[in-house]
């Protein structure tokens, strides 16, 4: 049973691993290829962060943590600022055929 919370349980968690994921990214840790390689690796992730957000679409993304970020005051949702820049640019992700990787026009990766 899950009770009613802004975000839901899982777009919480997800949102938090992926903004967690852009601080890395740019304290200059890890590129986003290396960040999804070592979660696919490390912890037998079917997709990284970096993917997972792609597939989600970056605004969803920026979208849902803006909302938590509004709803709870707490900084761990305050979005990234290279999300917010990537889809001011309209860099979406898979629907828009790039974000953190490229996309063909079926929304698979490009290698």
Do not use: W
Request: glycine share 10%.
């Amino acid at each position: 049973m899950v009770f009613e919370s802004p975000g839901f349980v899982t777009s919480r968690l997800i949102c938090l691993f992926i903004n967690e994921a852009l601080h890395v990214l740019e304290e200059g840790v890890a590129s986003a290829e290396d960040i999804d390689s070592a979660m696919r690796i490390g912890y037998s992730f079917q997709h990284g962060p970096f993917e997972m957000a792609d597939r989600f679409g970056l605004d969803s993304v920026l979208a849902a943590l803006e909302r938590m970020f509004r709803e709870y005051g707490e900084l761990k949702y305050r979005p990234s600022i290279v999300l917010k820049k990537m889809v001011r640019a309209g860099h979406l992700g898979a629907k828009s055929g790039v974000g953190f990787f490229k996309y063909d026009k079926d929304g698979d990766r490009l290698l």
